[in-house]
């Protein structure tokens, strides 16, 4: 577990991790803005996917992000339109 942490502090020394009793989550917080909390981890335990969690959601990141997921809504609701149609053409 400490490993981890020095890892995220190598990302960014403002870095560090809380386990949140009452949701039992660990998140990642950044001591150097006033809202520290940067995400909540999906994972029971720390190790290398937190790293690469943490990297891969780094604000740096923002527009490859949000560029990927508009592809992946678009095509999912791509999906859902023939699946209506489909539908449709069977009731007729």
Same mark, same amino acid.
């Given at each position: 577990? &400490?490993? $981890? +942490?020095?890892? %995220?502090?190598? $990302?960014?020394?403002?870095?560090?991790? &809380? %386990?949140?009793?009452?949701?039992?989550? &660990?998140?990642?917080?950044?001591?150097? *803005?006033?809202?520290?909390?940067?995400?909540?981890?999906?994972? *029971?335990? %720390? *190790?290398?996917?937190?790293?690469?969690?943490?990297?891969?959601?780094?604000?740096?990141? +923002? !527009?490859?992000?949000?560029?990927?997921?508009? !592809?992946?809504? +678009?095509?999912?609701?791509?999906?859902?339109?023939?699946? $209506? %149609?489909?539908? +449709?053409?069977?009731?007729?």
């Amino acid at each position: 577990m &400490f490993g $981890i +942490a020095d890892r %995220l502090k190598s $990302i960014d020394d403002g870095y560090f991790v &809380f %386990l949140n009793y009452r949701t039992g989550k &660990f998140e990642v917080h950044n001591g150097k *803005d006033t809202r520290s909390l940067c995400l909540v981890l999906p994972y *029971d335990t %720390l *190790d290398e996917r937190t790293v690469r969690h943490v990297l891969y959601t780094r604000a740096e990141r +923002a !527009r490859e992000i949000v560029a990927r997921m508009e !592809r992946e809504n +678009a095509r999912l609701e791509k999906e859902r339109e023939q699946n $209506i %149609l489909k539908k +449709a053409e069977r009731l007729l």
